[in-house]
């Protein structure tokens, strides 16, 4: 099964990916942050560095859509692509997006900006401390484009403003139960909304 979890940057994806895997049996995948070697480069210059850093990820296993739909999309629309950069990058997704296998289920973490930035601050990442509230905010309002008008396959939106499944086992139970309904349909999918 291939579950994937989309969010902006400080959503809990990570944390989240590693509860369900060690909940479920499943084997977690990761996107490269701490080896990336291009993550501090591009919080320094966006500019010179949108292009690479983007190819890098699309070249890593995690979710392609999330990727193109939301990082890349902001990046050209902030001008931090250019044309050429963008054109190129998205005949790339397309050749790739050909010959990949969608999602079973997306989990969507949604959050406010206001509980992402807190979170940022928590976790202390130095090159994440000096990004723009704007940016954040550009970021979610992607997410909830590619979310709710883009993304075609099968979408659990969990909002996580004020949920800590890390540290509240009832937080991670209602994800859980969640989680549950939708995959193995222990309730009818109308008590959930997309």
């Not at 005949?91 to 989990?107: A, G, R």
């Not at 992402?116 to 401390?129: F, M, W």
């Not at 309002?141 to 396959?153: A, L, P, R, S, V």
């Amino acid at each position: 099964m291939y579950i994937a979890i989309a969010g902006n940057i400080g959503a809990g994806k990570t944390t989240l990916t590693k509860m369900l895997a060690k909940y479920y049996g499943w084997e977690p995948r990761f996107e490269s942050v701490s080896f990336n070697p291009y993550l501090e480069d591009y919080y320094s210059d966006i500019n010179r560095w949108a292009f690479c850093l983007e190819t890098y990820f699309l070249k890593e296993d995690r979710s392609i859509f999330e990727g193109v739909y939301v990082f890349v999309r902001n990046n050209y629309e902030r001008g931090d692509l250019s044309e050429r950069d963008f054109t190129t990058f998205m005949e790339l997704f397309d050749l790739m997006k050909s010959q990949m296998k969608m999602p079973d289920m997306m989990i969507y973490l949604r959050k406010s900006v206001p509980a992402l930035i807190a979170q940022i601050q928590k976790r202390g990442r130095g090159y994440e401390q000096t990004m723009q509230i704007d940016y954040l905010k550009d970021l979610n309002d992607k997410y909830e484009d590619f979310i709710f008008h883009k993304y075609e396959g099968r979408v659990l939106v969990i909002e996580s403003d004020g949920m800590d499944f890390e540290n509240n086992p009832e937080d991670f139970r209602k994800v859980i139960d969640r989680v549950d309904a939708e995959l193995f349909g222990l309730f009818s999918e109308n008590n959930w909304t997309k």
